[in-house]
């Protein structure tokens, strides 16, 4: 089953190709991975999925339905949700109310019903607070529940982004360089939670990375990205040993 | 006495006004120092629907507020695609737009000699009562996904957006119901000071509506009431030191700004539970 589907997208920034042509196929309960060197326009094609950029070219589809032009946040409401690479939690929300932000469009609740405070608002209000907290148990952070995120050290931070992610339940998630700033036993702990979380909740990941030990131990597909296009896609063994590849990561033979 | 009571009249008055600020840049981080025109725009509809259309008075009221309402959809459409300092003075135009317009519609408005004569219709408890149940409301909103929708927004537009909030609409909702909260402050405005005129509520009143929902804490709703009940009655009791008020003033925000910027109250909130809570412990 295709999750995603994108026919040749491009985006320029002035006279910047940021990317160029770039498509591909995602697959169900998959983990891709984007990877390229710095400023090939890898977080560029999650903005352009995500909806924060419009696409100047190309179209998409997920589980057959065209978002090329859709809004951001209708995006996600139809179950794309992602991370970002320099975190971005909400800075006067404590940890619950972070994740309770990201469930906001699963609520059935109205406006109306809410000033009121009437019995469904608080039903579902309970409601949310058992699920945020099954999430922060599953990432061992139950005791951080009413923390403020930026009290939080860097990795438990990422945790909660991606905790936050999945607080909506999504079909598709989007991680921007989740390994950035881990230490390498973080990193497994990441590869093994990308894993099983995959496993459990049905999920199909793309990842943009450069940590090629948590891209080749976890990943399906790759796609390398240099300069806006796509130079290679393949398995993480036939992506190890592609010539171009190795040509934008270390230059040319002299 | 007397005395003691109108200024806890004007007090409280204000305070729903602060309390219309207070959703609009507190909560969702919106700087508009267009409230005052919404104040007048309140008052003016009110008392002239009451004095020259013979309206009853909970009519007057209702158009009052429905006017807010309109007028808060039309000036938001444009506005609100704005960010912070273009949509501060946008708004800021159109609070002194409204003052130019009532200055010179004569005819209707009375232009700068105002409009006098408006019985005293509303009382204290009426006012008490208003800020009680509007307080409710944003309270209510404020803990559940409404309030949390717009302090993410306040904090990350772009992640807000992506955590599904439609930025846009959502901004609508907040400045549609500012605007008909403080509409509805300047129609009691109205029918408790007798007398309005063009001049009544300038873009230094609106900066005071911001300034003190910020010294009381921008998280804080207890904080915004406590610090404008402070401020305006400070005011009537401090007149002796005339112009060194705002002097004062700037001090004691200055102060706060740099020794606690997350505003007096920072996160606290009075909830009944602690009311509760606190009376057991003192008996």
Request: net charge positive; charged share 20%; glycine share 10%.
């Amino acid at each position: 089953m295709e999750v995603l589907k994108i026919t040749d997208i491009s985006k320029n920034f002035g006279g910047v190709a940021a990317v160029t042509g770039f498509s591909m196929i995602q697959r169900e309960n998959e983990i891709t991975a984007i990877i390229g060197p710095n400023g090939a326009g890898k977080t560029t094609v999650f903005n352009l999925i995500t909806g924060v950029y419009p696409v100047d070219l190309g179209r998409m589809w997920f589980y057959g339905t065209e978002i090329t032009r859709t809004p951001a946040h209708a995006i996600t409401a139809l179950g794309i949700t992602r991370t970002f690479q320099n975190i971005r939690l909400f800075r006067n929300l404590n940890v619950l109310d972070n994740l309770k932000v990201a469930f906001g469009v699963k609520f059935r609740y109205t406006v109306w019903e809410e000033m009121a405070r009437l019995s469904r608002v608080r039903r579902e209000e309970r409601e949310v607070v058992d699920l945020a907290k099954s999430y922060l148990a599953y990432f061992g952070m139950e005791k951080y529940a009413t923390y403020f995120p930026y009290n939080l050290p860097y990795g438990l931070q990422r945790r909660l982004e991606l905790a936050r992610a999945l607080m909506p339940a999504p079909k598709l998630l989007l991680l921007d360089e989740p390994g950035a700033g881990l230490n390498p036993r973080e990193i497994r702990e990441l590869i093994g939670t990308l894993l099983k979380v995959k496993e459990e909740k049905k999920l199909s990941i793309i990842v943009v990375e450069h940590h090629m030990e948590l891209v080749m131990n976890s990943c399906t597909t790759l796609h390398v990205l240099d300069f806006g296009k796509k130079i290679a896609e393949g398995r993480p063994e036939e992506i190890k040993k592609n010539e171009q590849v190795l040509q934008a990561y270390l230059g040319d033979e002299v | 006495m007397e005395f003691y009571l109108k200024v806890l009249e004007i007090t409280c008055l204000y305070t729903i006004l602060v309390l219309g600020a207070y959703l609009m840049t507190g909560l969702t981080g919106l700087f508009s120092l267009g409230q005052g025109g919404f104040v007048s725009l309140g008052a003016y509809t009110a008392a002239i629907a009451f004095l020259k259309f013979h309206l009853p008075f909970p009519v007057c009221i209702a158009l009052a507020v429905g006017l807010g309402l309109v007028v808060g959809f039309v000036i938001g459409l444009p506005t609100l695609r704005l960010h912070r300092d273009y949509f501060l003075l946008v708004t800021f135009g159109f609070g002194e737009m409204v003052r130019a317009a009532l200055l010179h519609l004569a005819q209707l408005t009375g232009g700068g000699l105002g409009v006098a004569g408006i019985p005293k219709l509303v009382g204290l408890p009426t006012i008490i009562l208003s800020i009680v149940v509007i307080t409710l409301i944003i309270a209510n909103l404020k803990r559940s996904r409404f309030g949390r929708d717009c302090i993410a927004i306040r904090d990350d537009e772009l992640a807000a957006t992506l955590m599904g909030i439609p930025v846009y609409r959502h901004k609508m909702k907040v400045f549609i119901l500012s605007s008909a909260i403080t509409s509805y402050g300047g129609a009691l405005y109205a029918f408790v000071i007798m007398f309005i005129e063009p001049n009544l509520f300038n873009w230094l009143e609106s900066a005071k509506l911001i300034i003190i929902t910020f010294v009381g804490g921008i998280n804080s709703i207890t904080g915004a009431i406590v610090t404008s009940v402070v401020y305006y009655s400070f005011g009537e009791f401090f007149r002796f030191v005339d112009v060194w008020r705002d002097v004062l003033l700037a001090i004691a925000v200055l102060l706060v700004t740099i020794f606690r910027s997350q505003g007096i109250f920072g996160n606290w909130e009075l909830t009944p539970g602690k009311l509760l809570f606190w009376r057991r412990k003192a008996v």
